[in-house]
């Protein structure tokens, strides 16, 4: 149980262009979402927060009308790359939340993008 | 801010005990995380205490101190395959802020 999807697994774009990365819990309902970025050889940084039904939450220093959250339904949430740039190329790890007595994250196996 | 201090790389021998320690400063604590990451690949998750003390999961267990901001995660019996990034992640509210990752080699 507690599997998450990410669709696609690798994408490579060219810049300018916008990219939409697909995240799914496959087996569990999730009311919440998250979306990390991570770069080489560092950890996870938390980009936003999805509830679904409701307007993502950003973290400090993550521009919103950059990378579009929507949590359209309770196993489905999207992450849109827009006007992407080389910068933007990065490893986006989504994780959906089981909600319980510890909250437990249970992460999709991520997306590679890469902006030429 | 929150800070989670992890030692950047680890090296152990197959068959022995590795212990990875992670030290914290959150403005809240609601729970702390172990992840196990493979490179290129997304982090599994391994274990949980929100209590001081110790859980044991077969070959890992890991220890928590609330007072001292300390947690360490411990692996016994080290394979091969346990060869991979691990991540301790403090919950502060809603949200999971993560240690920069100890790089464990396992060596034959």
């Known amino acids: 149980g507690a599997v998450v999807s990410q669709h696609p697994s690798r994408v490579i774009c060219k810049s300018g262009t916008s990219v939409k990365i697909e995240c799914r819990s496959l087996?569990?309902?999730?009311?919440?979402m998250f979306w990390y970025r991570q770069f080489p050889k560092k950890s996870l940084m938390l980009m936003a927060t999805?509830?679904?039904?409701?307007?993502?939450?950003?973290e400090q220093g993550v521009e919103k009308d950059k990378f579009l959250i929507n949590h359209a339904s309770l196993t489905l949430s999207t992450l849109t790359v827009t006007s992407a740039h080389p910068e933007d190329s990065s490893f986006y790890i989504c994780?959906?939340?089981?909600?319980?007595?510890?909250?437990?994250?249970?992460f999709g196996p991520g997306t590679r993008l890469t902006v030429l | 801010g929150q800070n989670i201090d992890q030692p950047t790389e680890m090296t152990a021998t197959e068959g022995a005990i590795v212990q990875i320690n992670c030290t914290y400063q959150?403005?809240?604590?609601?729970?702390l995380f172990w992840y196990q990451q493979h490179a290129g690949e997304a982090p599994t998750f391994l274990s949980y205490n929100v209590l001081d003390g110790l859980e044991e999961k077969g070959r890992f267990s890991s220890f928590l101190s609330r007072s001292k901001g300390y947690s360490y995660l411990l692996l016994k019996e080290l394979q091969m395959k346990d060869s991979a990034s691990y991540l301790c992640?403090?919950?502060?509210?809603?949200?999971?802020?993560f240690g920069s990752g100890t790089k464990l080699n396992v060596k034959p």
């Open positions: 992640a403090v919950k502060n509210f809603n949200k999971f802020y």
């Open positions: 087996d569990f309902q999730a009311t919440t």
């Open positions: 994780s959906a939340q089981i909600a319980g007595p510890t909250d437990t994250q249970y």
């Open positions: 999805s509830n679904e039904g409701s307007k993502a939450t950003y």
């Open positions: 959150t403005s809240g604590f609601n729970g």
